[in-house]
């Protein structure tokens, strides 16, 4: 199918495939067509995309394509403009717009709405929710650093000393982690605080403080925070207050899906910040979390704290957003063209690709079915009668009996063989043989009672010993005996693959420790 990518209008930077993204189209077997100049404010020019295979063509070409890849709704002349059958997949918004599937649905195409992709473990790929939060999450402690009067992290000079920002992240989503590590990366102190205690721990290892809400909202199943009660969202706005009078950055990210952000700092907590403190909105786009928020504008209150509501942090990294953005388109055509033919199969019974669908064909489908996202549990097993048990029981006893005879049968035939090789030897060599049995004796004692936790130190032990076995192997390959010769070149082998496989096994454990 012929899939098009349009310019987006005056003041967006993004574009809805990179060449990267727009090569894996081709490889699906579509045909990839480029408005001129689409890519240009992300840095990517016309010819990087015909490099790829794609094609650059007009704006009058675009619309009348198969399939249209916008980053955001289109026009509702835009849309009227594509010809019946034909699929639009973008961040159409249906949960802040309820009136877009009857503006649609006239039309006679199909409109999949990207930003509505469930939140189940299949579909991460194609989140642009997500991918779109992690950069605007990087972007706003920029924003604020740029703001900021003094540096991040703190440092001893000859001067004086100055101590390290605080900064203060309420809610810790996608937006909020990628804020606290980026501000930890960059030496500031960190606190977070989520209405989900869960996150704690995922909050710990960004390297911040948890600062726990005190009410008794749990974590929801979906992914997303739930909206408090009225007494609860009283309490959590008293410690927002209180932690952002002591930091220098406070950067919110609550966002509830269609509706309206909740206010989490007021005039008076903001009144209570330090001069040249810095508030960055993340949710400036819906009503923003701070009272005095205006969105898309960065203003300075009387008490000299900056605000900022830009409600497009992730557009200001156009080449990165772009990047992250297409992938997630590619990732659902990848999907939608199941046989990589370039044919695509809109199965209105997978649960990814029914969840976004607005319009079908002019059919209205939204909103969507919920997502199952829990297994339903599998039957219960039948109770064992009493003659199973016993036939059980009894199998058991016979296969214990059963290892026990072959266990002290092989323990016999290892004591005969070995007094049999003592016998044989001369009475010079007899120590030796003692030795080895009381080293293997010994070895299985040790490994078999070692924890786990030290396998890694007992690798390398095992190598040295590898390694005295080589030297030892080495010095008798020039033995007159072809049979000793024989077994020092059987001992250098099997002893150079235990010390570079114990050598090898070692480094990839101890490189999962390593950030």
């Not at 990628?178 to 960190?190: D, E, K, L, Q």
């Not at 080895?436 to 924890?451: D, E, K, M, P």
Request: glycine share 8%.
């Amino acid at each position: 199918m012929r899939i098009a990518i349009p310019r987006e209008p005056e003041g967006h930077a993004l574009v809805a495939a990179t060449p990267q993204t727009a090569a894996l189209l081709i490889r699906l077997g579509h045909e990839v067509a480029i408005e001129e100049g689409a890519g240009a404010r992300a840095s990517f020019p016309d010819d990087a995309y015909l490099e790829q295979g794609a094609s650059i063509v007009p704006e009058s070409e675009v619309w009348n394509a198969d399939v249209v890849l916008c980053v955001d709704a289109p026009s509702q002349e835009r849309i009227a403009s594509m010809h019946p059958g034909a699929i639009l997949v973008s961040r159409l918004a249906p949960m802040r717009d309820p009136g877009l599937a009857e503006r649609i649905a006239p039309t006679g195409i199909t409109a999949l709405a990207i930003d509505a992709v469930p939140r189940i473990s299949r579909a991460q790929a194609m989140d642009v929710l997500s991918s779109q939060a992690n950069v605007a999450g990087y972007r706003a402690v920029i924003e604020a650093a740029s703001r900021f009067g003094r540096v991040f992290t703190g440092q001893v000079t000859a001067a004086g000393k100055m101590p390290p920002a605080r900064v203060y992240v309420i809610g810790a989503g996608v937006a909020g982690l990628a804020a606290i590590g980026t501000a930890n990366s960059m030496g500031a102190r960190v606190h977070a605080s989520d209405v989900r205690p869960e996150v704690g721990e995922q909050v710990e290892s960004m390297g911040a403080s948890f600062v726990p809400v005190p009410s008794l909202q749990e974590g929801s199943g979906d992914g997303y925070a739930k909206e408090m009660d009225a007494d609860a969202a009283a309490l959590a706005r008293a410690l927002y207050a209180e932690e952002a009078a002591k930091s220098d950055i406070v950067i919110t990210t609550a966002n509830i899906p269609g509706r309206r952000s909740p206010i989490l700092l007021d005039e008076a907590a903001v009144a209570a910040m330090a001069p040249g403190s810095v508030i960055v909105d993340m949710a400036a786009a819906n009503g923003g979390n701070c009272a005095l928020t205006v969105p898309g504008e960065a203003i300075t209150t009387g008490n000299g704290v900056t605000i900022i509501g830009y409600a497009d942090l992730a557009e200001r990294l156009p080449a990165q957003a772009s990047q992250l953005y297409g992938r997630n388109l590619a990732n659902l055509l990848a999907l939608l063209t199941p046989d990589k033919d370039g044919r695509i199969d809109l199965d209105m019974n997978d649960e990814v690709i029914r969840g976004i669908t607005v319009v079908a064909e002019g059919a209205i489908m939204w909103p969507p079915p919920p997502v199952q996202v829990c297994a339903a549990p599998a039957p219960a097993r039948p109770e064992p009668t009493p003659e199973e048990i016993a036939a059980k029981a009894a199998t058991e006893r016979a296969e214990r009996k059963r290892k026990k005879r072959l266990k002290t049968l092989g323990i016999a035939t290892a004591v005969i063989a070995l007094m049999a090789l003592v016998l044989g030897t001369p009475a010079a060599a007899t120590s030796h043989y003692i030795v080895l049995l009381l080293a293997v004796i010994l070895g299985f004692y040790v490994i078999s009672n070692v924890t786990p936790a030290l396998h890694t130190p007992l690798m390398s032990v095992t190598n040295a010993i590898s390694g005295i076995i080589l030297i030892g192997a080495i010095s008798q390959m020039g033995d007159p005996h072809p049979l000793v010769v024989a077994v020092s070149f059987a001992a250098i082998v099997l002893a150079s693959v235990n010390i570079f496989g114990g050598f090898a096994i070692t480094h990839r454990m101890l490189s999962m420790f390593r950030k």
